[in-house]
């Protein structure tokens, strides 16, 4: 990360703040696995009206947001390393910064941010676009497959997922995060899922342990249901309920996407997290998408 000098001719300007909370959201789901260098970097690319695209994936879940911009047509998608990103973003755009500050984006030749340009990584990308539907409440609605909707109230136990896993750890030795590799197959012990359930209008997340040997589940020990607040969190056909997920990238998604809604109809396909009210992930500020896990 060096500073450079940038186009005048390809240079826009976005605002800060959106910046900051754009690569604090992605960056979570980039990997950390140098042997996957593609996967480890942020896609950075212009959607069609010019705005910033900012996608990071690890290939269990995903991670998108947009910052408004007007990036010139001839913008190509570029990777650079997720974990430059975010140490540019703290100096571009500290937690604190003014609410009308800008900072410059230039992704013509060298990305560039906030003056300061980031190496690209060589690779190639998923195509992850096709991993969306068109608009969720058209595709996964009745008579189609929405299945379950987890509600605003989500936003009130996301703290608690991560705490009550961290919990969970602290005090069972055999008890870790689901591996997504070696789910329930594990030699060192049980791995933690996160279950969503429930009987409308009431949605639960409960912490469960697949056992050692891959059969079957349990509930942790000591550790009681999170029960969504809000009336309606439920809602459509519920036969893909229960569903399962790595609990670390739950509370990661949940955190990244202010207020989600949990859209989904299979436990065999990604489901998406959405802004409450939002549809379209395309003009949603950030979405995600989370592979679940078979009990």
Not at 66 to 78: G, H, M, W
């Amino acid at each position: 990360m060096t500073d450079t000098v940038t186009d005048p001719t390809t240079t826009v300007t976005a605002p800060a703040a959106t910046l900051r909370a754009a690569i604090d959201a992605v960056t979570l789901a980039a990997s950390t696995d140098p042997a996957r260098a593609a996967l480890t970097a942020v896609q950075l690319d212009r959607d069609p009206d010019g705005a910033l695209r900012l996608t990071a994936t690890d290939s269990y879940r995903l991670h998108t947001a947009r910052v408004p911009a007007d990036l010139p047509e001839a913008t190509r998608p570029v990777l650079v390393s997720a974990a430059a990103l975010a140490a540019l973003a703290r100096k571009v755009a500290p937690a604190r910064v003014r609410s009308y500050s800008t900072v410059t984006i230039d992704l013509a030749l060298t990305p560039t941010i906030g003056g300061h340009a980031l190496k690209p990584i060589d690779g190639d990308y998923p195509n992850w676009r096709q991993l969306f539907p068109a608009d969720a409440a058209t595709v996964w609605s009745p008579p189609g497959n929405i299945t379950a909707r987890l509600d605003a109230g989500v936003r009130a136990v996301r703290g608690r997922i991560a705490a009550t896993v961290y919990t969970a750890l602290a005090t069972a030795k055999d008890i870790r995060p689901v591996d997504m590799e070696t789910a329930g197959k594990s030699a060192r012990g049980a791995t933690t899922l996160a279950v969503i359930d429930g009987i409308p209008p009431t949605a639960t997340v409960t912490l469960r342990a697949i056992k050692a040997n891959g059969y079957g589940s349990e509930p942790l020990p000591n550790i009681d249901p999170l029960t969504l607040p809000d009336a309606g969190a439920l809602e459509g056909d519920l036969s893909a309920l229960p569903v399962a997920f790595n609990p670390g990238y739950l509370a990661d998604g949940l955190a990244a996407v202010p207020g989600a809604w949990v859209w989904g109809n299979t436990a065999l396909k990604p489901w998406i997290l959405l802004p409450g009210g939002v549809t379209d992930w395309a003009t949603a500020d950030v979405a995600a998408l989370l592979m679940p896990i078979r009990l």
